[in-house]
């Protein structure tokens, strides 16, 4: 997957940059609306991450210019300017998904693989780590073969550990994948914790390894390889 | 009062206390001008009676009630006219009347007449009842006249001042516009108006600067904070032992804490610049079953009992945005001050949205709860904020919003109706 970050700040696009390295994504950087013209008419790209506050213009011009192409990437809209107006507009004007800044590393490469699905494989994806399979146009999760009698919140949990395995994931960027703002101000994450365990014991149960592990307190990693 | 009312006041008074003033001074001149007139009129009649004896009338003949005839040695001087007031028997009213009498001497043909002529002098209580009455005329006149004319002419003077009023009732800050008033010709009203003109202007210029302020500092917190948060997170990949764990765990949540402390900042602005205007009318019950259906393994898993009791079709006039901030504010704060193993219990009709949970009893006046970063414990990730959000809430949309604590038993109440 190939994709064109525009974004003004270097070092937020740095973080990005190098999380997406990490799990093999080639992510580009334009820092202005012209840099990053200039980059969409000579290469293509799967994904344009697009940030609307750009020092030399509204990222909601780009975007049009963008959609009036010929097979245009999705677009993904990262902005600080977190109204309302902002989402739908953006949305009404054809971007794939609006992801208000600040956002957790781990869930933009959650929303990115959910678009990639969803416009590349049509949704008919399957994703795979180990003896855990999980269907997308069916919603299930397997073990071996074996079903897995999720909730939808584990579903979503499991799909987001595995998009995000081998990285610790904080616990704050767990809650707010699977709730929202709905734990913005929660003391604790025991709930995190709860669901977790009901994770690790149905998949320990259908016959899988515990892949999940506690990070100090800070959060969980799903190992690809536990040892 | 209102000011038309104060000046038709001022101007009767003016008007009474001028009438009173000037009734006495005609008064004054009524009496001696009918005393002078008098007089000449009496003058006359002794020349007339004069003249009749002149052509040989007997005098004792021409003798009557009015009229008195002496006669005087020829040797005295003859005597000019001379009037004085004096008291004489009147017959048609059969008593002692004052009366004018003038009286002159004459010589004719050898003899010296003193003629004198009485007549009788209008009483002073007459002259006072004609005055009254006629001041009593000229003041209801008057009465009439600004009751009619005054007022309609001052309302149509005062009306630029009144448009002025007007326009400055309907200012809001909202719509982003000055005002604008046309020239009435009236200079003081120009003025003013001028000086409004550039009060406004200067008024929304600095709401906009506040409020771009409050969006740049959202904004630029915003950015460096994601920054953190972003090194944090890879750093947290990094090899690391449990003592930077720890600390990077910590520098992560207070690096959270304040992008929230931004955000709802940044939201009560918004609510209190009242940016989420045109509300429309929205079904409340079905928000808050999708937010609590969104909510209830997050309840479930904290250990808590959901109760509802939600009735069908609950509208409500309120940003649909707004609606769905103030309904997670309502309910993660029950889920945050709760107790273990407690409950929550979630009632929705007409009239009332209620919140309630079970929690520790409160040492704190619950009102004080609804100030920001007022919080009953010190929970360090509490921010202390989303009872104000809801608070602001309420304010904005004109809704009552009442927290309180009996017990153990906390509710958060939003009247509707």
């Known amino acids: ?227 | 009062m209102k000011l038309i009312n104060i000046i038709t006041l001022v101007y009767l008074s003016l008007t009474l206390a001028g009438l009173l003033i000037g009734g006495f001074f005609i008064y004054l001149k009524i009496d001696s001008e009918i005393e002078f007139e008098m007089g000449r009129e009496l003058d006359r009649q002794v020349d007339s009676v004069a003249d009749q004896i002149r052509r040989g009338s007997p005098y004792q003949g021409l003798v009557d009630d009015r009229l008195e005839i002496e006669l005087l040695p020829l040797n005295k001087a003859e005597e000019p006219l001379y009037l004085r007031d004096t008291l004489a028997f009147h017959d048609p009213n059969d008593k002692q009347v004052k009366q004018l009498k003038a009286s002159k001497s004459f010589k004719i043909d050898g003899q010296h007449y003193r003629i004198s002529y009485f007549n009788l002098l209008l009483e002073k209580d007459d002259i006072t009842e004609t005055v009254v009455f006629t001041m009593v005329v000229v003041f209801l006149l008057q009465l009439a006249f600004i009751g009619f004319f005054l007022r309609r002419i001052s309302n149509r003077v005062f009306r630029p001042f009144k448009n002025s009023l007007n326009q400055i009732q309907k200012f809001n800050f909202g719509s982003n516009e000055p005002f604008e008033f046309s020239e009435s010709n009236i200079m003081e009203f120009d003025q003013l108006n001028e000086f409004l003109m550039r009060m406004s202007t200067k008024l929304l210029k600095d709401y906009r600067q506040i409020k771009e302020f409050s969006e740049n500092i959202s904004h630029e917190i915003q950015t460096p904070t994601s920054v953190v948060r972003g090194k944090l997170e890879h750093l947290m990949n990094e090899d690391i032992s449990e003592k930077q764990a720890e600390l990077i765990h910590s520098a992560y949540q207070n690096n959270e804490r304040i992008q929230r402390i931004v955000r709802s900042l940044s939201l009560l602005a918004k609510l209190e610049n009242n940016e989420f205007e045109t509300p429309i009318s929205i079904n409340l019950t079905d928000l808050l079953k999708k937010n609590l259906d969104m909510t209830k393994e997050l309840i479930h898993v904290s250990g808590l009992d959901l109760e509802q009791d939600i009735q069908e079709e609950v509208y409500s006039v309120i940003h649909p945005f707004i609606a769905e901030v103030m309904i997670q504010n309502l309910i993660s704060n029950a889920v945050k001050h709760n107790v273990e193993e407690g409950w929550i219990r979630v009632q929705l009709n007409s009239s009332f949205l209620l919140v309630e949970n079970s929690g520790v009893p409160l040492k704190k006046n619950p009102e004080e709860l609804l100030q920001r970063f007022k919080k009953e414990s010190n929970k360090t990730e509490s921010i202390g904020l989303g009872l104000a959000i809801v608070n602001q809430i309420c304010k904005t949309y004109q809704l009552s919003f009442t927290y309180t604590s009996e017990g153990a038993i906390h509710s958060a109440r939003i009247s509707l109706s």
Not at chain 1, 123 to 150: C, M, P, R, Y
Not at chain 1, 187 to 215: P, S, W
Not at chain 1, 219 to 225: D, H, I
Request: proline share 2%.
């Open chain 1, 1 to 227: 997957m190939k994709i064109l970050l525009v974004e003004d700040n270097e070092e937020l696009a740095d973080n990005v940059v190098r999380y997406l390295d990490q799990v093999g994504i080639l992510c580009e950087t334009a820092i202005t609306h012209y840099e990053a013209e200039d980059k969409l008419l000579s290469y293509t790209y799967d994904c344009v991450l697009l940030d609307l506050m750009l020092p030399d213009g509204d990222g909601l011009d780009l975007l049009n210019w963008i959609k009036s192409k010929a097979n245009s990437p999705n677009v993904l809209i990262i902005s600080a300017k977190n109204s309302l107006d902002d989402k739908i507009k953006g949305l009404d004007q054809g971007a794939d998904d609006y992801l208000a800044k600040p956002f957790h590393l781990s869930e933009l490469l959650a929303r990115l693989k959910a678009i990639y699905r969803r416009s590349k494989l049509e949704g008919s994806d399957e994703l795979k780590l180990g003896e855990i399979s999980v269907q997308f146009n069916t919603f299930q999760a397997f073990v071996n073969g074996n079903l897995l009698d999720l909730t939808k919140k584990e579903y979503d949990l499991l799909i987001f550990l595995i998009t995000n395995k081998n990285r610790v994931l904080g616990k704050q960027a767990i809650a707010q994948h699977l709730w929202g703002d709905y734990t913005d101000d929660l003391a604790n994450f025991d709930f995190v914790y709860q669901h977790m365990k009901n994770l690790r014991k149905k998949i320990c149960e259908a016959g899988g390894r515990d892949y999940l592990k506690t990070v100090y307190g800070i959060g969980y990693k799903f190992e690809e390889n536990p040892s």
